[in-house]
């Protein structure tokens, strides 16, 4: 199948997005476009996914009206999560009858038009793992479809491929993953992150159990939760954090790139080389394909070093992930000071896991708490002031313009130290201000 070709469910039909600059919808969006469907799209302001999308002459109007909507009678409209029922876009299209599905519906649909399709699926780590194989599957010089939720540093994060292989993350936080059938199903972990949003912990086990299902072949990290979840899938690749922590395992990495990599990367490459050996790539090259993995940004970025201080940045915002994050920066940096910058990543989550995130931020040396970064404007009666208040002594909450966030970071610490800058809201805004202290 040609990358030109429309996908069948989708042939002739104009594809509307609203929410077109989101880190999911925009790669999909493009995808689409490179295969021959007509799209176009809104957003609430315009971004650099915006203007990407444009670069690819992909129509898109900033601000949600009616009016924005394709004429055709048989457009279809697809619309992210932050996207409410009152939006007044979403709400003409309904008017007029159009098809209406979520983001994870439509992918569904597209990874429908490949011949093997590999998802990856779980609580924590999907980004980098699909990224990962994404990289091998490139290094053997095959011609992939793909779409990776997060910018992997030196690549593209979509790519519509020739139609055989497509890899791609599916999101379980709205439970649209029960939609993706696949060739081969990776689950890393199973948390309860999000079960607020697909209604209670059952239903999302439920919904992780379909998922399964639908794959005729599942890969998954052992753990008393998966083993649960799983054990009656008919085909499946059970594999054991301490056969993938072993340094024998990769025996193709030099003992400075083992030891660097935290416990979770590590496991999170050894899912996506077991992936690629299942798509018929060797051990040897799915494992050497990894020695010069460029990593995704945001996750363990390094954005400045010197002999005093070493600025990282984390995406985690789970505590199962804040702690596998601060484990690795002390494997990393066993001699220097620990000081945190950490926004916490929605009430619901915050309420829900206080306990976990007071007991894991007291840990570092230093740690500055700032506002929750409230997706989709969500409220709760625990906040951030209450999160620095029970770590104690050695945190402090602040809400300052990111420049003041800045001096106050940098008074913070403890040289030699590693500043780590930890949470999937906007904090990384202080960086560039941290930059700009910082000797050249």
């Known amino acids: 199948m040609s990358n030109k ?11 509307h997005f609203i929410g077109c600059g989101g880190v999911g919808m925009a790669p999909l969006a493009m995808i689409l476009k490179e295969r021959g469907v007509r799209v176009s799209g809104s957003d609430l302001e315009a971004n650099h996914k915006v203007e990407l999308l444009r670069q690819h002459g992909i129509s898109v109007t900033i601000g949600h009206s009616g009016s924005s909507l394709p004429e055709a009678g048989n457009a279809l409209v697809v619309y992210s999560s932050a996207v409410g029922p009152g939006n007044p876009e979403l709400r003409a299209a309904q008017r007029r009858n159009l098809e209406c599905l979520r983001r994870g519906e439509l992918l569904a649909r597209l990874a ?22 994404v990289h091998i ?15 992997v540093r030196g690549m593209d994060s979509f790519a519509a ?20 059938d696949s060739h081969l199903a990776v689950i890393p972990n199973v948390d309860d992150d999000h079960c607020w949003s697909v209604g209670g912990v059952e239903q999302l086990i439920r919904n992780f159990k379909t998922y399964a ?8 990290l052992d753990s008393r939760t998966t083993r649960e979840i799983f054990r009656d899938h008919p085909d499946k690749i059970v594999l054991e954090r301490e056969d993938i922590l072993n340094e024998k395992y990769f025996e193709f990495f030099d003992a400075k790139l083992f030891h660097s990599w935290g416990d979770y990367q590590l496991l999170n490459a050894g899912m996506a080389i077991e992936a690629a050996v299942e798509l018929g790539v060797s051990f040897e090259n799915s494992m050497q394909a990894l ?3 460029p990593g995704v940004e945001r996750r363990m970025t390094e954005h400045y070093h010197n002999s005093k201080i070493c600025l990282i940045e984390d995406y985690a915002h789970h505590p199962t992930e804040v702690r596998s994050s601060l484990a690795a920066l002390r494997k990393r940096f066993p001699d220097r000071a620990l000081t945190v910058i950490f926004q916490p990543h ?34 709760s009666e625990v906040n951030a002031r209450d999160l620095a208040y029970c770590i104690g002594g ?10 003041k966030l800045a001096d106050l970071a940098l008074k913070s610490c403890r040289v030699p130290v590693v500043l780590a800058v930890i949470g999937a809201g906007d904090v990384n805004k202080v960086i560039p201000e941290l930059l700009n202290r910082l000797p050249h």
């Not at 069948?8 to 039909?13: E, H, S, T, W």
């Not at 290094?139 to 939720?149: E, S």
């Open 5 to 15: 070709s429309r996908p069948d469910c989708l042939a002739g039909r104009p594809v």
């Open 112 to 133: 429908g038009g490949y011949r093997r399709t590999v998802s990856v699926s779980g609580s924590h780590g999907k980004t980098t793992i699909t990224s990962m194989l």
């Open 394 to 403: 050695k945190a402090r909450y602040a809400e300052l313009p990111w420049d």
């Open 161 to 180: 491929g020739d139609g055989d292989i497509f890899v791609t993350e599916v999101d379980e936080s709205d439970g649209t993953h029960v939609a993706m």
């Open 137 to 151: 599957l490139k290094r053997q010089h095959l011609d992939i479809g793909y779409l990776i939720g997060g910018e």
């Open 346 to 379: 929605r009430y619901a989550r915050l309420q829900r896991y206080l306990n976990d995130f007071v007991s894991i931020l007291r840990e570092p040396d230093a740690v500055i708490v700032v506002p929750v970064f409230a997706a989709w404007s969500e409220k």
């Open 291 to 293: 020695i010069d993995y």
């Open 213 to 220: 299902w639908r794959s005729p072949k599942i890969i998954f």
